[in-house]
């Protein structure tokens, strides 16, 4: 796995031109980011439809569980995934665009952190990989390939429940300041979104 990244990123590096075909090409790998940025607010978000208009048609995922070939199995595999959780925040790093020399597709590799908040109340950490193949469909980019490593998982511990140095511990932090307003982030998602 680590070699195909390398050689990605090696290969990327190389690229040159004059300043129109090197803007044009920062451009388009903008455009790259922030479909796979659309894809996991999407995806966290359990937001379907805007997920499925990533796709091709004829896109092919391979997962954990098996290869999907086509929207409508890859729509029951999210919906599927969907169906289990609250939500998910993904965080991808390490984030490697490389273009085709006639820019009608692209590679995209990179890892992932994600923190999942199922229904029953667990919550679970795991990390891994995407490797995708993106097309162009008209001015926008599709993804026609992507492929997801899982390598690592976890149970994570809800903050409340997390053990915490005791007041009279020497580690233990101070108490925090009173807040202005009442309102806090938990408001924005939910009071019940962690019960």
């Not at 090409?25 to 455009?31: A, V």
């Not at 992507?146 to 409340?160: C, G, H, K, W, Y």
């Amino acid at each position: 796995m680590w070699a195909p990244f390398n050689g990605i990123s090696i290969r990327n590096s190389r690229k040159k031109g004059s300043l129109e075909e090197r803007v044009k090409r920062i451009e388009e790998k903008n455009s790259i980011e922030t479909l796979l940025s659309q894809y996991t607010y999407a995806y966290d978000g359990n937001d379907i439809e805007t997920v499925m208009a990533l796709f091709h048609p004829d896109c092919i995922l391979v997962n954990p569980r098996g290869t999907y070939i086509g929207t409508n199995l890859i729509r029951e595999n999210y919906l599927h995934l969907m169906s289990s959780r609250k939500f998910s925040f993904h965080h991808i790093s390490n984030a490697v665009i490389q273009l085709a020399d006639d820019g009608t597709d692209a590679l995209f590799t990179s890892y992932f952190n994600v923190v999942v908040a199922f229904r029953s109340g667990a919550l679970a950490g795991s990390s891994g990989s995407y490797v995708c193949r993106l097309g162009r469909a008209g001015d926008n980019w599709q993804i026609t390939e992507m492929r997801i490593t899982l390598n690592t998982r976890q149970s994570l511990v809800p903050i409340e429940s997390a053990p915490i140095a005791p007041a009279s511990s020497p580690d233990a932090p101070p108490p925090p300041p009173q807040p202005t307003h009442s309102e806090s982030s938990r408001d924005w998602i939910g009071p019940g979104a962690f019960a």
